[in-house]
């Protein structure tokens, strides 16, 4: 890791490219308009980035479709396709710091967050995911000694992915490694809180091999390039992470459109709960500490929602404050950095909002609140932590997406798990006991894709990621995410 200075000098030196690349080639927006990407840590301009619309996107689209059709990338035998991901996922090792910087000063998350989990699993994804596919075999159904019956995975054609700001690198792998390991062609639609990187992964694939209109990047606003990417006619599946609001607008532009597939990993509010037979409370608050407040509560699976039992609930919140005190905001470029700025000054707002709202409704402020944001000195919240925290309350309905976590308690077992699942919510969830046939009870109860027993977060390639309810469906990473770029084929054969 290198070192606070170092990571400074690097900052300066590193040039970015705003461009949009359609078709093997970067070039500038057709109609010429532009945003700002700003650093969220000092508030200084980095580059102004493409804003592209439904003219970009028809482009990319079309160029997308053309490849596909070619067939150099979609008819490649797999392990053709997995020897270019693999280069693609070397590229991406050997410029793993450039790329962790470029998002660290693009979103503001901490580089030490950036150089120990987003580039990792970055490589990680598509390294497994080249390993995987031509691993991946069809079947022959058991049908009758006159007929054959094959049934096998197609790519399904052009993937339209929209991806968030939180996490900008590890979320487009997530969505384009299985959709170009399977054959498809890829226009990816990054948010416009944080492109750089998505931009420059760009290039790094077409150094590895991916042919032209294999894989497109156009940046632009979510109501625009967006939309239009939604609403596309020849995009076959479209990919989303973000919002439940937008998950919701996506479906209904598949509806709109050609009935496109739409999988969607939506918002989270997630619950922590705390049971007395928990054997480490220390532990558990440390947990807790860190699924709310690490990458400054931008994470859709922070356990924004602690529930702890009656009985244990004073030296839990001892424990907690305890914990909460290593997650202080900092300059995201200083590796002992343990929270960044916010992403934008609207993010702030947001966070200050619910913060203010939590007070009016009867919220027992423990620690943090009011931001004293000053212009120019970066978007930066405290850690908070509010009492007293009751279902009914808007800061624990809604997701909020920043250091604010409410705690609540209960007394009983069957008090948790209906509090726990009292939520539109149902991306994952985290339980804290010792004992295994409770593990056992509340997690099978629990309405959620994800759950963490005497742990949060946890999880490799190899593991599903997704949830139920407004928290979306389908599922990311693991050989589960190609169910969501292929389809399947039964060719009957009569003997």
């Known amino acids: 890791m290198k070192t606070y200075a170092e990571w400074q000098h690097l900052s300066r030196t590193l040039t970015f490219n705003g461009q949009a690349y359609i078709n093997g080639k970067f070039q500038p927006p057709q109609r010429g308009e532009y945003f700002p990407s700003v650093n969220p840590a000092t508030e200084e301009h980095l580059a102004d980035i493409a804003a592209c619309d439904e003219t970009d996107i028809d482009l990319a689209v079309q160029a997308a479709s053309t490849a596909f059709q070619n067939g150099e990338w979609s008819n490649a035998a797999p392990k053709q396709r997995k020897q270019v991901l693999l280069k693609l996922a070397d590229l991406i ?71 968030p700001w939180n996490y900008p690198l590890m979320m487009i792998a997530w969505k384009i490694a299985p959709a170009l390991a399977a054959g498809n062609s890829v226009v990816l639609k990054p948010s416009e809180k944080a492109s750089l990187s998505a931009i420059r992964l760009a290039q790094l694939a077409s150094e590895a091999g991916i042919p032209a209109g294999v894989f497109n990047v156009v ?27 937008v998950a919701a607008l996506l479906m209904q532009y598949a509806g709109q459109s050609n009935m496109k597939r739409v999988w969607l990993e939506a ?28 990458n400054q509560g931008e994470v859709c699976i922070a356990c924004s929602r602690v529930y702890v039992e009656k009985k244990i609930k004073a030296p839990f919140l001892e424990a907690l404050l305890k914990a909460a005190e290593h997650f202080q905001p900092g300059d995201p470029l200083n590796p002992s950095t343990t929270m960044g700025p916010m992403v934008d000054r609207a993010q702030l707002a947001t966070v200050e909002r619910y913060i203010e709202s939590a007070r009016n409704e009867g919220g027992n402020l423990l620690m943090g609140g009011a931001s004293d944001y000053l212009p120019g000195n970066g978007f930066y919240a405290t850690p908070t932590i509010v009492s007293d925290a009751t279902n009914d309350m808007t800061f624990v309905k809604d997701e909020i997406f920043g250091p604010v976590l409410a705690v609540g308690e209960f007394e009983t077992e069957e008090e948790a798990i209906a509090l726990a699942n009292d939520s539109a919510y149902g991306l994952g969830a985290a339980v804290w006991t010792g004992n295994l046939s409770r593990a056992h009870r509340v997690s099978d109860k629990l309405q959620c894709g994800m759950v963490w027993v005497n742990t949060w977060g946890e999880g490799d390639t190899t593991v599903p990621f997704g949830g139920v309810k407004a928290s979306g469906n389908g599922r990311d990473k693991s050989l589960h995410a190609l169910d969501k770029y292929t389809d399947l084929k039964n060719v009957l054969i009569r003997l």
Request: hydrophobic share 40%; proline share 6%.
């Open 219 to 245: 940046p632009g606003s979510g109501q625009t390039a967006g939309k239009a990417l939604a609403l596309h006619k020849d995009v076959q599946v479209l990919a989303f992470t973000g919002s439940t609001a």
């Open 93 to 163: 090792e050997a410029h793993q710091e450039e790329l962790a910087l470029t998002d660290t000063l693009d979103m503001g998350k901490p580089i030490s967050e950036m150089m120990s989990i987003d580039l990792p699993d970055t490589i990680d994804c598509f390294r497994w995911t080249a390993e995987c596919i031509d691993k991946v075999y069809g079947e022959i159904a058991p049908t009758g000694p006159d007929t054959l019956a094959l049934i096998k995975r197609e790519p399904v054609g052009v993937v339209g992915a929209i991806t």
């Open 267 to 294: 918002g989270g509010k997630s619950p922590n709960l705390i049971f007395a037979d928990c054997t480490d409370i220390e532990a558990a608050a440390t947990s807790a500490a860190a699924a709310i407040f690490s």
